[in-house]
């Protein structure tokens, strides 16, 4: 009992230094500059289609999938994102689209769960054999949310925008205003 008491008291006073003295040299690298990989692909893009993936049921009761591409689109809008119909994002290099897909969950009738991703997914070139264009996500953000089943619209609401305003700094890092 002694023995198994000391070599966790070991292990957790291992895993302290590692927080004290590694871990902060990683987290110094996490400065809104580290953040330019993450906008470089997103550097020249002339707009994003919206695309919203099918919802699942537990998610119908709160939103639909016009409402939430109405919410992002609005948003990409105030913000100057040119907003692509179908058939301008098929005569745009890449056929940049905005992917929005949400899992939502209902627990004991009043609670909810969700999981929200927004990517930017384009067609990219692999730079090695057989160099196929193939379909990849450039750019990628999540969030996770939950609550009463009451507020749960305006909730997923703000996670989505959330999201979107995060994808809109990164873009107009790269593509100031003129």
């Given at each position: 009992?002694?023995?198994?008491?000391?070599?966790?008291?070991?292990?957790?006073?291992?895993?302290?230094?590692?927080?004290?003295?590694?871990?902060?040299?990683?987290?110094?690298?996490?400065?809104?500059?580290?953040?330019?990989?993450?906008r470089e692909p997103l550097c020249g893009l002339k707009g994003v289609y919206v695309l919203v993936e099918n919802l699942p049921d537990d998610a119908k009761e709160f939103t639909t999938?016009?409402?939430?591409?109405?919410?992002?689109?609005?948003?990409?809008?105030?913000?100057?994102?040119?907003?692509?119909?179908?058939?301008?994002?098929?005569?745009?290099?890449?056929?940049?689209?905005?992917?929005?897909?949400?899992?939502?969950?209902?627990?004991?009738?009043?609670?909810?769960?969700?999981?929200?991703?927004?990517?930017?997914?384009?067609?990219?070139?692999?730079?090695?054999?057989?160099?196929?264009?193939?379909?990849?996500?450039?750019?990628?953000?999540?969030?996770?949310?939950?609550?009463?089943?009451?507020?749960?619209?305006?909730?997923?609401?703000?996670?989505?925008?959330?999201?979107?305003?995060?994808?809109?700094?990164?873009?107009?890092?790269?593509?100031?205003?003129?």
């Amino acid at each position: 009992m002694k023995k198994a008491l000391y070599t966790t008291a070991s292990f957790l006073c291992f895993c302290l230094l590692v927080g004290l003295f590694i871990w902060p040299g990683y987290t110094s690298d996490l400065s809104s500059d580290s953040r330019a990989i993450f906008r470089e692909p997103l550097c020249g893009l002339k707009g994003v289609y919206v695309l919203v993936e099918n919802l699942p049921d537990d998610a119908k009761e709160f939103t639909t999938r016009e409402e939430i591409a109405t919410w992002v689109e609005l948003r990409l809008r105030t913000t100057g994102i040119p907003v692509l119909t179908l058939e301008e994002h098929w005569n745009v290099i890449g056929w940049p689209t905005l992917y929005v897909s949400m899992n939502a969950r209902k627990h004991d009738g009043n609670r909810f769960t969700c999981n929200i991703n927004l990517e930017l997914n384009e067609q990219v070139r692999l730079t090695r054999p057989p160099y196929k264009t193939v379909t990849g996500t450039t750019w990628a953000d999540g969030a996770l949310g939950g609550g009463s089943a009451l507020g749960s619209r305006e909730h997923v609401k703000d996670l989505i925008l959330e999201l979107v305003d995060n994808f809109a700094n990164d873009y107009l890092a790269v593509n100031p205003k003129k």
